[in-house]
Protein backbone atom coordinates (compact mmCIF):
# COMPACT_ATOMS: atom_id res chain seq x y z
CA UNK A 1 0.00 0.00 0.00
CA UNK A 2 1.15 3.32 -1.04
CA UNK A 3 0.89 6.69 1.15
CA UNK A 4 1.40 9.68 -0.51
CA UNK A 5 2.48 12.02 2.04
CA UNK A 6 3.60 15.44 1.00
CA UNK A 7 4.03 18.94 2.83
CA UNK A 8 1.19 21.75 3.21
CA UNK A 9 1.45 24.59 0.90
CA UNK A 10 -0.02 26.69 3.59
CA UNK A 11 1.30 25.45 6.75
CA UNK A 12 4.36 23.24 5.56
CA UNK A 13 2.88 20.10 8.00
CA UNK A 14 3.27 17.15 6.62
CA UNK A 15 -0.44 15.35 5.54
CA UNK A 16 -1.69 12.36 3.69
CA UNK A 17 -2.41 14.06 0.21
CA UNK A 18 -5.82 13.15 -0.84
CA UNK A 19 -6.18 15.15 -4.27
CA UNK A 20 -6.05 18.28 -2.37
CA UNK A 21 -2.44 20.80 -2.08
CA UNK A 22 -3.03 21.42 1.73
CA UNK A 23 -3.91 19.76 4.84
CA UNK A 24 -7.62 18.95 6.40
CA UNK A 25 -7.02 21.85 8.94
CA UNK A 26 -5.86 24.97 6.10
CA UNK A 27 -8.45 23.61 4.06
CA UNK A 28 -11.17 23.68 7.06
CA UNK A 29 -8.98 27.91 7.59
CA UNK A 30 -9.10 28.72 3.90
CA UNK A 31 -13.24 27.66 3.48
CA UNK A 32 -13.98 29.80 7.07
CA UNK A 33 -12.22 32.58 5.36
CA UNK A 34 -14.38 32.40 2.09
CA UNK A 35 -17.74 32.58 3.96
CA UNK A 36 -16.21 35.78 5.64
CA UNK A 37 -14.89 37.10 2.56
CA UNK A 38 -18.54 36.41 0.95
CA UNK A 39 -20.60 37.63 3.74
CA UNK A 40 -18.28 41.26 3.41
CA UNK A 41 -18.88 41.70 -0.57
CA UNK A 42 -23.11 41.08 0.08
CA UNK A 43 -22.40 44.08 2.87
CA UNK A 44 -20.16 46.11 0.97
CA UNK A 45 -21.80 45.52 -3.23
CA UNK A 46 -19.42 48.12 -4.33
CA UNK A 47 -16.30 47.16 -3.10
CA UNK A 48 -13.28 45.98 -5.07
CA UNK A 49 -10.69 42.91 -5.16
CA UNK A 50 -8.63 44.60 -4.04
CA UNK A 51 -9.97 46.74 -1.38
CA UNK A 52 -11.36 43.35 -0.30
CA UNK A 53 -8.06 41.80 -0.60
CA UNK A 54 -6.61 44.43 2.20
CA UNK A 55 -9.84 44.45 4.25
CA UNK A 56 -10.07 41.07 4.68
CA UNK A 57 -6.11 39.99 4.84
CA UNK A 58 -6.80 37.35 1.87
CA UNK A 59 -4.40 37.27 -1.38
CA UNK A 60 -5.35 38.61 -4.87
CA UNK A 61 -4.82 35.33 -6.53
CA UNK A 62 -7.21 33.57 -3.87
CA UNK A 63 -9.44 36.29 -4.48
CA UNK A 64 -9.66 35.71 -8.58
CA UNK A 65 -9.44 31.83 -8.04
CA UNK A 66 -12.92 31.99 -5.89
CA UNK A 67 -14.27 34.38 -8.84
CA UNK A 68 -12.96 32.13 -11.58
CA UNK A 69 -14.51 28.83 -9.56
CA UNK A 70 -17.78 31.26 -9.61
CA UNK A 71 -17.57 30.86 -5.95
CA UNK A 72 -17.76 35.00 -5.39
CA UNK A 73 -19.34 37.32 -7.52
CA UNK A 74 -19.00 40.92 -7.55
CA UNK A 75 -21.50 43.51 -8.48
CA UNK A 76 -19.21 45.49 -10.98
CA UNK A 77 -17.48 43.34 -13.48
CA UNK A 78 -14.64 45.61 -13.37
CA UNK A 79 -13.87 45.68 -9.17
CA UNK A 80 -13.35 41.92 -10.07
CA UNK A 81 -9.85 42.43 -11.34
CA UNK A 82 -10.88 39.31 -13.82
CA UNK A 83 -11.43 39.71 -17.51
CA UNK A 84 -12.73 37.31 -20.21
CA UNK A 85 -9.97 34.48 -21.20
CA UNK A 86 -11.03 35.05 -25.02
CA UNK A 87 -11.97 38.55 -25.63
CA UNK A 88 -10.51 40.06 -22.21
CA UNK A 89 -13.55 41.98 -21.26
CA UNK A 90 -13.92 42.40 -17.60
CA UNK A 91 -16.07 40.22 -16.00
CA UNK A 92 -17.90 39.42 -12.61
CA UNK A 93 -17.62 35.97 -11.95
CA UNK A 94 -16.19 32.46 -13.85
CA UNK A 95 -13.78 32.56 -16.54
CA UNK A 96 -15.69 33.87 -20.07
CA UNK A 97 -18.06 36.95 -20.48
CA UNK A 98 -21.46 35.77 -21.47
CA UNK A 99 -21.91 36.73 -25.00
CA UNK A 100 -18.10 34.58 -25.26
CA UNK A 101 -19.56 31.68 -23.41
CA UNK A 102 -23.05 31.81 -25.91
CA UNK A 103 -21.01 31.94 -28.51
CA UNK A 104 -18.39 28.84 -27.34
CA UNK A 105 -21.94 26.93 -26.68
CA UNK A 106 -23.28 27.39 -30.00
CA UNK A 107 -19.79 26.64 -31.51
CA UNK A 108 -19.55 23.45 -29.59
CA UNK A 109 -23.22 22.61 -30.52
CA UNK A 110 -23.21 23.19 -33.84
CA UNK A 111 -20.09 20.90 -34.13
CA UNK A 112 -21.87 17.81 -32.13
CA UNK A 113 -25.32 18.57 -34.83
CA UNK A 114 -23.23 18.26 -37.54
CA UNK A 115 -24.33 16.18 -40.40
CA UNK A 116 -22.08 13.20 -40.93
CA UNK A 117 -21.05 12.61 -44.54
CA UNK A 118 -22.82 9.62 -46.05
CA UNK A 119 -20.18 6.41 -46.11
CA UNK A 120 -19.50 5.49 -49.88
CA UNK A 121 -21.46 2.50 -51.08
CA UNK A 122 -18.91 -0.64 -51.23
CA UNK A 123 -19.81 -2.89 -54.12
CA UNK A 124 -18.06 -6.44 -53.70
CA UNK A 125 -16.44 -7.99 -57.21
CA UNK A 126 -15.03 -11.12 -56.10
CA UNK A 127 -12.03 -10.54 -54.76
CA UNK A 128 -12.01 -7.33 -55.71
CA UNK A 129 -13.64 -3.90 -54.04
CA UNK A 130 -15.20 -1.32 -56.02
CA UNK A 131 -16.49 2.27 -54.75
CA UNK A 132 -19.28 3.65 -56.77
CA UNK A 133 -18.88 7.38 -55.70
CA UNK A 134 -15.50 6.91 -58.14
Request: overall charge positive; charged content about 35%; aromatic content about 6%.
Amino acid sequence: MSFDLTNCRRCGRLFHRVNRPICPDCEKALEEKYQEVKQYIRENEHVTIVEVSKEMDVSVEQLKKWVREERLYFQDPSASGIECLRCGKPIAKGKYCPKCADKMANQLGASIHKEKEPEPEIKKDGNKMRFLDK
